[in-house]
């Protein structure tokens, strides 16, 4: 198939949708059910058709149709076969495609899962869904055509294949788990937006509200951690977080989708806080597209650097329609999403979830405030400054400390109102143990932060414990049943609370981890084989280097031997100096690449990075980083993943 | 207004506030050894009015200027251009896999006696892949 | 070969599109509604009273909030089972 069939069902995508959006709102006029049956095919066309164009881009990039200028820019005719995939979402003008293509597997999914539920909102879901893919066909047909002819006056004989960074299987799945987190939002957007234009929700809608959150909160907590994961094991700066502004792009949407999914559950169980709730949901998505006009439009230095491109107004424009659209149908509503209950007591489960909610949206703030001021800075009085990690350290972590603490208390508190005496027995087995962890802390010799982040991190996991434990015990002396049936029973009929739960436990990991980098390490060194040098405790010796050539590169590999306390051995590292397109006369088109090699155990990493090999006196130069506890940030993030499968539950409502 | 919806109102207002005063608080650089907030100059500005504060630049490196020290591979000297100024710069330190000739480069230090001693170095992604087919193809043929 | 291909690809959409049309409009109405909502809405409203059941056993409600709240979600069950039973 060749790239004019792409471009032109496309644009069949495009006209349709326009189409079936106002066969909707006509049907929503007339109320002729055939118009609703045409209208939601229609849009059944635009999703398989925009699919169906991702599958010709991706068809063009595995055989390498130099024709069109997208392959000659990202891939080349010895890119492996998987990266000629991955290339889909390399540049621009493809990765928009793949984000509509993301939206219409998520849209295609809403159609047959509401065949006959929800069919008041129904007509309004897709017309909300339509307008944001009219967005992305418009960007793909017009604007960046995936499609474009490559425009030269000479044969093409070659493209120019893919940064070497992202041949790599992490970076090949990060983005896509990224984009089904960011795309993901759009689908709870719009059915909220649908409630709204309904004037009311029932329990169903918001069930079904919950559940999509659970989905797009799930891949965006897993792309977040798998990039920090790639960013750890690739770029050899040791760490796997510096609030870069795409970084920061992806964090805010998640700290608010993270309060949403707090705050849908108050809505479910006690119809509060509707207002609150649609804010919520139109700002996730609004800083989802607001994310990707940081890192598409050029305002933001970045080191992440796409190129600045025409799209950045656009986008912003598009942000801001969502916001003024959403916030004057809030308005427009607002007398019929008033409730007549109230928050009682600050020390009930209902606050407890207001309180994560506020700090969550703080959080967010400050992000974001770390991330534009420099824009806003630049506007207003043209300095331009830059706010680094250390800024959002800072700021960041006394409230990460307290939003820790409140992931203890909060499943502790009754709902309505937490009475004395039960706060007395949730509260004392946790605190007993939090009090108990004081001094080997302190004889740990852990300070400050530390002290606090760990000590509540063993007050929040005995509280998550007990939690487990009581209500294992109940289910017990209810049925009977041994403890192990009674565990499994027990959290597959209530996946979304102990699922959450889990979650909690994998954030605690995670704030464990975090700790670590106040003892981080590092030294920067020369040696020549046979010699050693000292980094704390460990030595390291450099026992030989190898050079290799490899089919796309020429490697040096250095044989490191470890060992501890004067001579316990403890292993052997092989960081490599890689120089790709090694081969190519034009002396600027080789790459270096350093490969670096880690020895991981729960309680520090060995991260050894190769910079440097001098020839002629045999000197391999080194940095060394000794980063404790990182390995917890990896292990939370399962444990979170692991719970939000649990929480998010696609089983069927049996009937 | 209820009673209990207006303590909850003040608090939090109380808890915005409280965020508000900390945040500028921490971004006016009175805590912590180092402010978190780095102006951002021009390779001109700084040599027409130079100061002794950490500062950041941005420019490319010029063609033909880097030089690394003999006895130890990690010291390097180079000049950043920009536009039509250029600076010597000191560093000491791992240079990135994509530090050669003409890289796009941010460097943040300290400017003292003329010369700009960085402490940290990092190089924008390789420019090449959004690159210009043209120079890209002349270069395939000359390998056929 | 490529004129082919577009054109199928449009027809192939157009049918696809304008089929519902020929069914007249009773049968397309009956595909709409049917009972399977308020089934879900039964079996969230039971899950409900599950769920608040383990809060109580837990001690995270009053013995007061858990009553009335229950002979609430009782009460909403009750009026979908007789809706749906007419």
């Known amino acids: 198939m060749t790239p004019i069939v792409g471009s032109i069902t496309l644009n069949l995508a495009f006209g349709f949708c326009i189409l079936s959006t106002f066969l909707f709102l006509i049907y929503q006029k007339k109320g002729d059910s055939r118009l609703y049956h045409v209208s939601r095919n229609m849009v059944i066309v635009v999703n398989v058709l925009s699919l169906l164009a991702t599958i010709i881009l991706i068809r063009l990039l595995v055989v390498s149709d130099l024709n069109v200028d997208y392959v000659a820019h990202y891939t080349s005719l010895e890119t492996p076969f998987f990266y000629k995939i991955t290339a889909l979402w390399a540049g621009q003008s493809g990765s928009l495609l793949f984000w509509q293509a993301v939206l219409s597997v998520y849209c295609l999914i809403v159609v047959f899962q509401n065949k006959s539920r929800h069919i008041r909102y129904m007509p309004w879901v897709f017309i909300s869904l339509n307008c944001v893919q009219l967005f992305f066909l418009c960007l793909t047909n017009f604007i960046t055509n995936p499609f474009k002819p490559t425009e030269t006056d000479f044969t093409l004989l070659n493209g120019l294949g893919l940064n070497p960074l992202l041949q790599n299987v992490t970076m090949a799945i990060h983005p896509p788990t990224l984009y089904l987190g960011f795309v993901g939002f759009t689908i709870p957007f719009a059915f909220v937006i649908a409630g709204l234009l309904n004037g009311n929700s029932n329990p169903l809608l918001l069930k079904t509200i919950r559940k999509w959150t659970h989905v797009a909160w799930f891949f965006l907590s897993c792309g977040i951690i798998l990039g920090g994961w790639w960013a750890y094991q690739e770029l050899g700066w040791g760490g796997y977080w510096a609030w870069d502004p795409v970084e920061n792009a992806s964090f805010m949407p998640w700290l608010t989708g993270t309060a949403f999914i707090h705050s849908i559950m108050i809505q479910e169980k006690k119809n509060m806080l509707r207002v609150w709730n649609v804010v919520l949901i139109t700002l996730t998505f609004a800083l989802t597209i607001f994310g990707t006009f940081l890192t598409r439009s050029g305002v933001m230095s970045s080191v992440h650097s796409f190129t600045a491109s025409s799209l950045g107004p656009l986008f912003l424009g598009f942000v801001i329609i969502i916001l003024v659209v959403s916030i004057s149908l809030l308005v427009y509503r607002l007398p019929k999403l008033k409730t007549s209950k109230r928050l009682e007591s600050i020390t009930s489960r209902e606050s407890g979830f207001l309180f994560n909610n506020v700090v969550f949206v703080v959080l967010c703030f400050t992000v974001f405030w770390g991330t534009v001021f420099p824009v806003i800075s630049e506007a207003v009085n043209g300095t331009k400054i830059t706010v680094g990690p250390p800024f959002f350290n800072q700021v960041n972590t006394p409230i990460g400390i307290f939003l820790l603490g409140l992931t203890g208390v909060g499943p502790l508190l009754a709902w309505r109102k937490t009475s004395l005496s039960n706060m007395k027995r949730n509260l004392l087995i946790p605190l007993l143990f939090m009090i108990i962890s004081f001094p080997i802390l302190w004889y740990l010799e852990y300070k400050n932060y530390v002290f606090i982040t760990l000590s509540l991190s063993v007050f929040v996991i005995s509280a998550i414990l007990t939690e487990f434990i009581r209500g294992i015990k109940i289910r017990k002396n209810k049925s009977g049943e041994t403890i192990l049936l009674s565990i499994i029973k027990m959290i597959s009929q209530n996946r979304s609370r102990y699922g959450g739960y889990i979650v909690h436990i994998g954030i605690v990991f995670m704030f464990v981890g975090f700790t670590g980098h106040a003892f981080d390490k590092e030294k920067e060194f020369g040696l020549s084989p046979g010699q050693s040098e000292l980094l704390g405790s460990y030595q390291f010796e450099l026992i030989e280097i190898e050079e290799i050539e490899r089919p796309n590169h020429l490697a040096w590999i250095a044989t490191l031997k470890v060992s501890e306390n004067q001579g316990k051995y403890l292993t052997h590292l092989y960081p490599e100096k890689r120089i790709y397109f090694h081969r190519s006369p034009d002396e600027s088109r080789r790459q270096p690449h350093s490969e670096l090699d880690i020895y991981s155990r729960l309680n520090r990493d060995i991260y050894s990075v190769f910079n440097a090999v001098d020839i002629e006196t045999n000197i391999a130069y080194f940095k060394i980083m000794i980063n404790p506890l990182v390995r917890w940030v990896w292990i939370g993030g399962c444990v979170l993943a692991i719970g939000a499968l649990i929480a998010f539950n696609p089983r069927r409502i049996q009937k | ?144 | 070969m490529e004129i082919i291909f577009v054109i199928i690809i449009f027809t192939v959409s157009i049918i696809f599109i304008v089929q519902p049309l020929f069914l007249n409009d009773a049968q397309s109405e009956s595909k709409l509604f049917n009972s399977e909502s308020q089934l879900q809405e039964k079996s969230i409203l039971y899950k409900q009273i599950k769920e608040l059941e383990l809060d109580y056993d837990l001690g995270n409600i009053s013995k007061e909030d858990f009553k009335q709240i229950r002979s609430q979600l009782k009460k909403e069950v009750s009026i979908i089972i007789e809706t749906s039973s007419r």
């Open chain 2, 1 to 144: 207004m209820s009673p209990g919806r207006k303590k909850f109102t003040v608090m939090i207002c109380g808890i915005a506030c409280v965020i508000i005063f900390w945040v500028y608080w921490v971004s006016s650089g009175k805590i912590g050894d180092e402010s978190g907030l780095i102006q951002f100059l021009s390779v001109e500005q700084l040599k027409a009015h130079p100061i002794e504060k950490k500062v950041k630049l941005g420019g490319v490196v010029k063609t033909g200027s880097i030089r690394i020290s003999k006895k130890n591979k990690l010291d390097v000297e180079f000049l950043l251009k920009e536009g039509e100024n250029d600076l010597p710069i000191n560093y000491n330190g791992v240079r990135p896999d994509l530090f050669k000739d003409e890289a796009e480069v941010i460097v943040t230090g300290i400017y003292t006696d003329g010369v700009f001693q960085a402490e940290n170095l990092q190089t924008k992604c390789a420019s090449r892949y959004e690159g210009d087919l043209r120079t890209e193809a002349a270069y395939e043929l000359e390998k056929l």
